[in-house]
């Protein structure tokens, strides 16, 4: 491609960001470095000098070969990518909803007393933070990321912020200590426990405590069993996926592992932006190398020689954790070449997400991967078929891998044997808002949701339990009457709910629940691609409405603005490209019909 | 390529009627073959659907959601009903949506299936408060030849993979921002003359909406003496090289008001050059100048 460069050219400084990931520029003319680093190339300035100038984008086109309009449609996608100058030090306070409930919305108040009013997502500026959408830490509310930009960039999440600490963290005078994984973990050390049972007992930050607790020898049964024994292990076991569709996992490695094109290639769906969910962040960061070694025998089953982790960007320690846990993987001969045997070799490779929840979708996480806009593709083809890079794909959620050691050395029948007999196994549930102790629960699947309640201490003392949204944003509310609904993805379904992601968020009586659902549709606003009409005008209407009729107080909503609100609902679930706008009215309409009207006294 | 393979018919069925359908096709052939108009306003024949609008959506029994017809390819026993009510709301919905957020008045194709589906945009007005978000910005007016106007912009993606790999392969404009910020740019947003572009104009003879237009257009159209029913159509041969693109010359009052090219013509499939595309320009200005 002949591209058109402006005469903007790029600092040292980023032209050093960019070659120390790319590597120096030895010739002038056009290298074969592959678009699919557009994105990396954009997160190394980004986080080199806090943004990324004209000139620097050039520079990445012109290493490239990517026109400089097409990077820029694909830089101005992502949230925490900057397109103006904004400071090194900048802090993301979380305004969503479990945060909302532990007072992020005073926070921020405060917040804009100290520093000046916050930057809006779409026109960031000079100030020195910025609101977010849920950061994945709903157990430790409210919660803010803060980055830092430079050469060496170092992010760090705060738990139960306050204004003390956001201020001593932004000075630099403060570099609080990632949380112990108890404080999530309320089951630790329990007897039982399946996905969570080394958190807290292995260093997770070391192979060889992993090895000596069990690590690896999973991997080295698949190799003796082979592809189609690891297979009907996985079949066997009944395994869904966990990341919210629930489609059953061998299927999808029985397809890949059969299709004649090559190469295929390995996905874990590390991009976990489902807000009140924070499973996969657990998982990352107390037990990376069984991630790894799932991987390593999903591609071995599947004929997958490469693999991916897209990784949320909002997760500084899960990333460190995993990149430390491959180096030593491979340095230890279990990632690469020939591991344990010469029948399997396997590379594997973080990609950092930047900001956008809607590369949780499979397709458009490829899409994000390749270089491209993060927008979901139209199926079919489904991933199976031409998937990442137009390849056979296997793309599964970080909780769906870290079950599979477990089964192919214990065999899938036992594995089927916990949970109910269309949903087998343990799931992770990440409990948030009005419980005694939010945090991440394992329980066998078809747990009533009382009883996941209580393992939680049930809500606060003088406080009555009002509803539960199940499954995140993109899920929907169930009542204090629902106690009694086992936890199932087949009960879930006949009750008009679902699992989803693992989300359990608790409001009580104090919370006011219009709140909760004017958040959730501007999330839904904010989050969608824009690619369809759909979404991305039905998200806005639904916002609009929807403050039109929570901000007039007590006057009921006529019939006419509940049928758009409904028939935009139905609308978004019908025509959407993708889940997002599908599922972007269910929560509202669900929360609307459930809480909202009933007390509104319509008719 | 391989040697070609006998067409292999697959039978669906279409709002009732049992079809032979060649395999290869999609929903919005199987369709038209059957005599049955399923709306479309960004798919465009000979380009990859972009499957951005959704008007085209069918119900297909079997599935959870609507598929758009204009790229889902037939299956064999599929289906399919094209007007049913949750159809029918979907379109009507989609046009709501457009016409209450984009400017669709030089548009009549979506004006009639705004009208076929009964829209009601102006029911998402507040009554109180703000009114409801649009895409309403100034005409973009930074070169002599073409203007936008992305008030009138409805996202069908066809003006990106015109001037990308679909055609022109300049790639000067792209999608950028996200949600309802999406919007058509250049790098950084620059105006024309300072972006890739090379006027090919190959975007403006895609664009279904206006807001791509020859800027001899818009400034008649601003004075109201654009014309259509008074305009002759000149088919000729670009002069300028050896290649022979068909041009369509567009006349009125003597004078060249835009030049297209049949989208179907074997040669330029309705893709020109900036010599085609704009020549007329140079060569009027030169008359009128001498
Ligand atoms: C808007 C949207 C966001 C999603 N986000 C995630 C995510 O963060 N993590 C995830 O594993 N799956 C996510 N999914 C589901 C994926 O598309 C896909 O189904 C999943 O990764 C498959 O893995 P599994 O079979 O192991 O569940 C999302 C889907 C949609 C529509
Ligand atoms: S449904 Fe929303 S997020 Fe999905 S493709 Fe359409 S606009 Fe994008
Ligand atoms: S005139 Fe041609 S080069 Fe310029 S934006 Fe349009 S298609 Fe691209
Ligand atoms: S400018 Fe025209 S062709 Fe381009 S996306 Fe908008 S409506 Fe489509
Ligand atoms: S971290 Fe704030 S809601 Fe999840
Ligand atoms: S015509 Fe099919 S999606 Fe636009």
Redesign the pocket.
């Known amino acids: 491609m002949d591209i058109r460069l402006s005469p903007e050219q790029p600092t040292p400084e980023e032209q050093d960001a960019v070659n120390s990931l790319l590597g120096p520029e030895i010739s002038s003319s056009a290298e074969k470095l592959g678009r699919h680093r557009l994105l990396p190339a954009l997160w190394a300035v980004q986080s080199r000098v806090g943004w990324v100038s004209e000139g620097a984008l050039n520079y990445v086109c012109h290493r490239l070969d990517v026109a400089p309009a097409d990077a820029y449609g694909v830089a101005s996608f992502y949230r925490l990518l900057s397109l103006t100058p904004r400071p090194l030090t900048l802090a993301h306070i979380c305004e969503d909803l479990a945060c909302r409930m532990k007072g992020s919305e005073d926070l921020c108040q405060e917040v804009e007393k100290h520093l000046g009013p916050s930057a809006p997502a779409h026109q960031p500026g000079m100030a020195p933070w910025q609101k977010s959408a849920c950061l994945g830490q709903c157990d430790r509310a409210p919660a803010i990321l803060v980055t830092r930009s430079g050469r060496i960039s170092q992010d760090l999440i705060l738990g139960e912020a306050d204004l003390a600490q956001l201020l001593a963290t932004l000075s630099g005078r403060s570099l609080s200590p990632p949380p112990a994984a108890a404080k999530s973990i309320p089951q630790l050390g329990e007897k039982g426990l399946r996905l969570l049972r080394r958190v807290g007992r292995i260093d997770p930050t070391n192979l060889v405590d992993y090895r000596a607790q069990g690590g690896y020898r999973a991997l080295a049964r698949a190799l003796q069993i082979g592809s189609e024994g690891v297979i009907r292990e996985v079949r066997d076991s009944g395994l ?8 059953p ?1 061998a299927r ?1 490695w029985e397809a890949v592992a059969k299709a004649p094109r090559r190469p295929h290639y390995l996905v874990c ?6 807000p009140g ?1 924070f499973k ?1 962040r657990v998982l990352l960061e107390e037990d990376p190398f069984n991630l790894i070694e799932a991987m390593s025998i999903a591609a071995f089953a599947t004929g997958c020689e490469r693999g991916y982790v897209y990784l ?1 960007g909002e997760y500084p320690l899960a990333k460190q954790r995993l990149e430390n846990a491959m180096d030593q993987a491979r340095a230890a001969g279990l990632l690469g070449e020939r591991i344990l045997s010469a029948e399997c070799s396997f590379e594997l490779e973080i990609r950092k997400g930047a900001g956008a ?2 590369c ?6 490829f899409n994000s991967i390749e270089g491209f806009r993060g927008e ?1 593709r139209s199926k079919p083809p489904f991933p199976v078929t031409a998937g990442l890079f137009g390849m056979p794909t296997v ?7 870290a079950n599979i050691p477990d089964i192919v050395l214990d065999g899938g029948a036992d594995f089927a044997s916990r949970g109910t007999k269309d949903s087998t196994g343990t799931r992770l549930f990440c409990l948030s808002g009005s419980v005694l102790q939010p945090g991440l629960y394992e329980v066998p699947l078809g747990t009533t949701l009382g009883a996941l309640l209580e393992r939680a201490g049930g809500v606060p003392e003088n406080r009555s339990l009002r509803g539960i949204l199940l499954g995140g944003a ?1 899920g929907s509310f169930v009542g204090p009457g629902d106690s009694g609904l086992p936890l199932s993805f087949e009960a879930t379904r006949a009750a008009g709910a679902t699992l989803g ?1 693992g989300a359990v968020m608790v409001f009580d009586d104090s919370v006011d629940l219009k709140d909760v659902l004017l958040r959730i549709a501007a999330f839904f606003r904010e ?1 969608s691609c824009g690619q369809c009409v759909p979404c991305r005008v039905g998200t806005i209407r639904q916002e609009e409405a929807l403050q039109r009729i929570l901000s007039r107080g007590a006057a009921p909503a006529s019939r006419e603005e509940l049928l758009a609100l409904s028939e935009i609902a139905q609308a978004m679930r019908d025509a959407s490209i ?3 706008g ?2 972007a009215g269910a929560a509202v309409q669900s929360g609307l019909t459930r809480f909202v009207l009933p007390a509104g006294g319509e008719e | 390529m391989s040697s070609r393979k006998p067409v292999q018919n697959v039978e669906i069925t279409i709002d009732g009627q049992l079809r032979q359908v060649p395999q290869e096709s999609t929903l919005v052939q199987a369709c038209q073959d059957a005599g049955i108009d399923v709306p479309t306003l960004c798919f465009l024949q000979g380009m990859t659907p972009a499957n951005a609008c959704r008007i085209c959506v069918v119900e297909l029994e079997g599935s959870r959601v609507l598929v758009p017809a204009c790229s889902r390819q037939v299956e064999r026993g599929m289906i399919v009903h094209t007007e049913s009510e949750r159809v029918r709301l979907a379109r009507r919905l989609v046009m709501e949506f457009l016409a209450s957020s984009v400017d669709l008045s030089l548009s009549e194709t979506a004006q009639e299936y705004a009208r076929r589906y009964g829209a009601h945009p102006e029911r998402f007005e507040a009554g109180v408060g703000p009114p409801p978000a649009t895409v309403a910005q100034s005409v973009k007016v930074d070169n002599d030849l073409y203007v936008r106007d992305l008030s009138r912009c409805i996202l069908c993606y066809r003006c990106v993979d015109a001037c990308g790999e679909e055609a022109q392969n300049t790639f000067a404009i792209s999608v950028a921002g996200r949600g309802f910020d999406a919007r058509i740019a250049t790098q950084f947003d620059h105006p024309l003359p300072d972006s890739a572009c090379v006027f090919c104009g190959n975007c403006i003879g895609v664009c279904p909406t206006g807001a791509l237009m020859f800027k001899s257009e818009h400034d008649l159209r601003k004075q109201g003496r654009w014309d259509e029913s008074s305009q002759a159509l000149t088919e000729t041969i670009c002069p300028y090289c050896g290649v022979g693109c068909a041009l369509t010359l567009h006349v009125q009052d003597n004078r060249i008001v835009k030049v297209t090219s049949p989208p179907d013509n074997s040669v330029t499939r309705g893709h020109l050059c900036i010599k085609g595309r704009f020549g007329f320009e140079f060569v009027q200005e030169s008359e009128e100048k001498s």
């Open positions: 869904l996926g966990r990341g919210g569709a629930a489609f996992t999808k769906n590390a991009d976990e932006s489902e969910t996969d949320r929840y809607i949780g979708e499979e397709t458009a996480l979901p793309i599964n959620n970080v909780e769906t891998f993109a992601s989050e993708c889940g997002l599908q599922t």
